[in-house]
């Protein structure tokens, strides 16, 4: 399936990253104000590298029957999320998304969908970056006799693997609270599900109140290694994995703990208010910066 996407607004890269935290406690962070402001303009604003993960938005049509597969949109769960980076993303490009179903498997009460987006730049035809989404899908599973999951290939390696988080203290640790508002500018960047914004609909999927998105959790995660670990240059990462563990509700506190193993920094962030691991994952640096 190829669609043509545009993300020719600037406006769009500046509103995501205040959508992620970026200077919500200090407007004139050295580290952060480049993504939302450039004294020569928006169009020299740099780009949030999770940014990429909107290019994956509908990728899973949940407006739209797939063929040999039922499901109802309300029990689907985001699992986790891949993003490989081939080059920094330019903050003004007119974009072409290649969509595919690369894997599913039947777990019985349930099944886990696997797709994989392309994003390319419509002028050159140059690959910028990759996005690989897993979602469960309750209550759509038992279709098949085989217990053999499809898959067709391994790619990225170990991204299905169990995510190990040391036992030592972490190298680094980030503190910063989300704002009780902060779905409701999230939701701007272009996921609407009300699941984030509408109380009603949120008790009936069983939580008290309109939870956070968990790209934006994996927004303020990041956001937090480039400052620790990058110190501010997002042209370091390389590959990103965040695996979505629990809810968080806006106005909680995100703890993002951080390891270095080689040129790979592992992370977990909990919600301090809960002591409750929400998101884990790791990213691939091209390199470490020289400081650490």
């Known amino acids: 399936m190829i669609d043509a996407a545009s993300c020719s607004a600037t406006r769009d890269v500046a509103l995501y990253a205040l959508g992620v935290g970026a200077c919500a406690h200090d407007a004139v962070d050295a580290d952060e104000l480049k993504y939302v402001h450039h004294e020569s303009g928006l169009r020299f604003i740099q780009v949030l590298p999770t940014f990429a993960a909107l290019f994956s938005l509908g ?173 501010g240059d997002s042209s370091m990462v390389k590959n990103i994995l965040g695996r979505f563990l629990l809810h968080v509700y806006p106005g909680e506190t995100l703890m993002t703990e951080m390891w270095i193993e080689g040129s790979r920094v592992i992370y977990q962030t909990k919600v301090k208010e809960r002591n409750r691991a929400v998101l884990s994952g790791y990213m691939d640096l091209h390199r470490l910066a020289s400081s650490l």
């Open 59 to 231: 990728a899973v049509p949940l407006d739209k029957d797939i063929p040999g597969l039922r499901f109802d949109p309300r029990l689907l769960l985001h699992g986790q999320q891949y993003i490989e980076l081939y080059r920094p993303l330019p903050s003004r490009a007119t974009l072409k998304n290649k969509a595919s179903v690369v894997g599913l498997h039947d777990k019985g009460k349930a099944a886990v969908l696997e797709t994989e987006v392309r994003c390319f730049d419509e002028g050159s035809g140059e690959l910028l970056c990759m996005n690989r989404i897993t979602t469960y899908l309750r209550g759509a599973g038992g279709f098949s006799e085989s217990s053999k999951p499809y898959s067709y290939s391994n790619y990225p390696p170990n991204q299905v693997s169990a995510i190990r988080i040391p036992k030592e203290q972490p190298f680094s640790v980030f503190e910063d609270q989300t704002q009780p508002s902060q779905a409701l500018l999230y939701r701007l960047s272009g996921d609407y599900n009300p699941l984030h914004s509408d109380p009603t609909f949120a008790k009936v999927a069983g939580f008290s109140r309109p939870i956070l998105h968990g790209l934006c959790t994996l927004g303020f995660a990041v956001r937090a290694i480039i400052k620790r670990i990058c110190r």
